[in-house]
């Protein structure tokens, strides 16, 4: 369609970039850029035409069942209301019903100010983390801090806290605490591991190409059943290591096989040039390593890195199979209770919101640091 | 006491001393037998047609190369393979490549200070006053805070200078350092290079650049296929060459 525009662009353009479609509105006014990009031809409107009504048929359709038809509210339990819309409407009213349970799965209802708090002061952390003023030492100190805080508000049992143990601990902080500290963990761990396979000693390299290897050749869903059924076997009577802990590390573990390898494109993507004058300079292998590699790979690498830490942050919800109950089981046991039985839609509509802010987040924000960092290439 | 000294006569203080030095790249025999010494504030030029061995030669001097047989001494200490001798040796031997190889994500100054203050433990404002004097004697104090990106490439390779001279080296090695260059550029790294040899600071050059032996060369080492084939001060190479590989390579790079 791209060849038909020529009328309006200026012959000199005449390349392959031409006449995009997208180019910016700026350009052109709305109405000659419809006409020369939607309009041109019959066929071209006919389409246009067509897609119009069923995005406006959709988008009606979607207004009515989530807004216009939906309840909102179902007073005492009674699901009656909803089911006599379903279909037509969405009901809301589920949310409004569950949202405790589904951010807080089984954490006892009059404590639920804890993992409340736990959630506020996750958030705290990843928007300090976010920014570059606190990338120094201190950034560890607030780390720690943050950890122990989060788990006496867990945990409990000191100053006055009730305890609560950690099989009754469920929804959004689960999924905050597995990811979170798996790709805290499991991102220098990685790092280890990369230049591990790199390394000039045959057995640190075999050791890290194995371990690498094992792991990635595995599903993650395998290394959870282990840790939940097989790793008990092994220990002696009456050692127990905690579930949540478990699935924690086979996540880390997982994970930092993963980040391995693309930490490992970042390190090999940088010219021997740099390891020699670093070496001609007399810096020691982590000086050189930490001042003049690192940065340079790990720059080059946040597309991907980004990229396993979202899949990561999402793949946190497959505990669900080791009964641990993270934010999507919590939505999907929800509508469990026969009154709500059959409102699942709603319920995965309201966490997939979850799911997207989270992973939208990390995204936008690793496009910033990008341009950020990539300051020393501009001219 | 220009000429390279045969090793059996042992001068009073050489810098660098190589004997017997061999090397290979799998089967490829890339050093045979390398002799030479090097005494405090000589200058010696490295030529010879490419792959003769010349970077090889001087890239063993601080172990960006390994030699597999015979002695190197820097400064009296031996090049094994013990990491401390090699930290130590590279502390002070500075070495400036062909393509630069500045850091591209650290500033100027930064490129300046990192080692200074990392392995030679100078305090940062101190390692700071000492950059930006460096960055003065090459003549470019204005570009200490831009990025290496940001500079020619008659810039960089002048950064580079001067951040090998900070760590305030007592040999300094040249591997092709205007080969990367631009033909404009050239001349304002060769003078650089000039006042750092008028200074008397010990220099091994691997260059083409015949015009810059004859200035400043107290000797010409000519290598070819891993052998050191000739070495004489510049009047007496390029006017009488001794072997016939010698006059070949002169009538190539000189007689257009």
Redesign the interface.
């Known amino acids: 369609m791209s060849d038909t525009q020529s009328h309006y662009t200026s012959p000199t353009f005449a390349g392959p970039k031409a006449g995009q479609p997208g180019r910016s509105f700026a350009d052109i006014p709305p109405v000659k850029w419809a006409r020369a990009n939607l309009f041109n031809s019959w066929l071209n409107t006919a389409l246009t035409l067509l897609l119009i009504y069923f995005i406006v048929k959709y988008a009606i359709d979607l207004v009515s069942w989530g807004l216009i038809n939906a309840v909102w509210e179902v007073p005492g339990n009674d699901t009656r209301a909803c089911r006599d819309i379903r279909g037509i409407g969405a009901c809301w009213a589920l949310i409004n019903e569950k949202f405790r349970f589904i951010m807080f799965a089984t954490y006892p209802y009059e404590e639920h100010w804890r993992p409340a708090l736990v959630i506020v002061i996750f958030l705290a952390l990843y928007v300090v983390s976010a920014m570059r003023r606190f990338w120094n030492r201190k950034l560890i100190a607030i780390w720690l801090l943050g950890l122990v805080a989060i788990g006496v508000l867990m945990w409990g049992g000191v100053f006055g806290l009730r305890y609560v143990g950690q099989e009754r601990w469920g929804g959004l902080p689960i999924t905050l605490i597995l990811s979170t500290f798996g790709i805290a963990i499991a991102f220098p761990l990685s790092i280890l591991l990369a230049l591990g396979r790199r390394s000039d000693m045959p057995a640190i390299r075999v050791m890290c190409v194995t371990y690498i290897e094992l792991i990635r050749g595995v599903p993650l869903v395998s290394l959870l059943f282990m840790a939940s059924v097989m790793f008990p076997l092994f220990l002696p009577e009456g050692v127990t290591v905690d579930k949540l802990l478990r699935a924690q590390v086979a996540i880390i573990m997982f994970a930092a096989a993963y980040l391995a390898e693309v930490v490992r494109g970042g390190l090999q993507a940088i010219?021997k040039?740099?390891y020699?004058?670093?070496?001609?300079?007399?810096?020691?292998y982590w000086?050189k390593t930490v001042?003049?590699i690192l940065?340079?790979a790990l720059?080059l690498v946040i597309p991907p890195l980004v990229n396993t830490f979202i899949g990561l942050f999402k793949d946190t919800s497959l505990v669900l199979i080791i009964g641990i109950f993270d934010l999507l089981n919590a939505a999907k046991t929800s509508v469990n209770e026969p009154a709500w039985r059959g409102f699942g839609v709603e319920a995965y509509i309201f966490v997939a919101i979850f799911y997207f802010v989270f992973c939208f987040g990390m995204s936008k924000y690793s496009q910033d640091l990008e341009v950020e960092l990539s300051?020393?290439?501009?001219? | 006491m220009v000429v390279p000294q045969p090793v059996k006569s042992v001068s009073p203080h050489p810098m660098i001393e190589m004997r017997h030095v061999h090397k290979w790249f799998g089967e490829f025999h890339v050093l045979r037998d390398i002799n030479l010494t090097v005494n405090q504030g000589q200058k010696v030029v490295v030529c010879g047609p490419s792959g003769s061995g010349k970077s090889t030669m001087i890239r063993c001097i601080?172990?960006?190369e390994e030699h597999q047989d015979g002695q190197i001494f820097v400064d009296g200490i031996e090049l094994t393979n013990d990491v401390k001798n090699i930290?130590a040796i590279?502390?002070e031997?500075?070495?400036v490549?062909q393509?630069f190889?500045?850091?591209?994500?650290l500033t100027v100054l930064e490129n300046l200070t990192?080692?200074p203050i990392?392995?030679r433990k100078v305090p940062k404002k101190e390692a700071e006053e000492t950059a930006m004097y460096f960055l003065e004697r090459v003549h470019i104090p204005e570009q200490a805070h831009k990025?290496?990106?940001?500079l020619s490439g008659g810039q960089q390779q002048r950064v580079a200078i001067a951040?090998?001279l900070c760590?305030r080296p007592k040999i300094m090695l040249f591997d092709e350092p205007t080969s990367a260059l631009d033909p404009e550029m050239i001349k304002e790294v060769l003078d650089v290079m000039i006042e750092l040899a008028q200074d008397g600071m010990t220099m091994i050059v691997v260059t083409h650049e015949m015009g810059f032996a004859r200035t400043v060369a107290d000797s010409i080492v000519f290598m070819d296929r891993g052998e050191i084939v000739e070495s004489a001060p510049p009047q007496e190479f390029f006017a009488h060459p001794k072997t016939d590989r010698a006059r070949l390579f002169l009538s190539q790079i000189l007689g257009h």
């Open positions: 010219p040039g740099q020699e004058a670093a070496d001609a300079l007399g810096l020691s000086q001042f003049i940065p340079q720059r300051r020393h290439r501009k001219r | 601080n172990r960006l930290e590279r502390r031997v500075g070495m490549f393509q190889n500045l850091f591209p994500h990192l080692a990392w392995v990025y290496p990106g940001q951040r090998s760590m």
